[in-house]
């Protein structure tokens, strides 16, 4: 008499770690994207304090016109610029801050002040 035994094929195996290795490969790819997304979402945004510290400083006084500053470890350089307006007692301001060493720009802020 021929007894009925249970369990999986050797085929039925190799589809099923074939499904888990594809299903395994695509979340590790998503998630890598997802870890580089977040590195430049948080490059842009110390890129923004920075335009916007350089913004604040140079409402305090501060002369300078361009320079290099780190942030959260993050190298940047920065270059601001003014601008006359048609309003004599109104300047325009625009800053213009890039990774050091690399043209690519992450942030550019534009403002206006009063001038003294």
Known sequence: MRTHQH?????EVLVA???FAVAVSAMLKVLGESAKTLHQVELKQFA???????????????????????????AFDW???RYPTPDKR????EIIVTEKD???VLAHLKAFRGSQ
């Open 7 to 11: 369990g999986f094929t050797l085929l």
């Open 17 to 19: 770690t074939f499904i």
């Open 48 to 74: 923004t304090l920075t335009a916007h510290n350089q913004l604040a400083l140079s409402a305090l006084g501060n002369k300078q016109s361009k320079g290099y500053t780190t942030n959260a470890g993050y």
């Open 79 to 81: 270059k601001l610029t």
């Open 90 to 93: 109104i300047q325009r301001y």
């Open 102 to 104: 690399d043209t690519r």
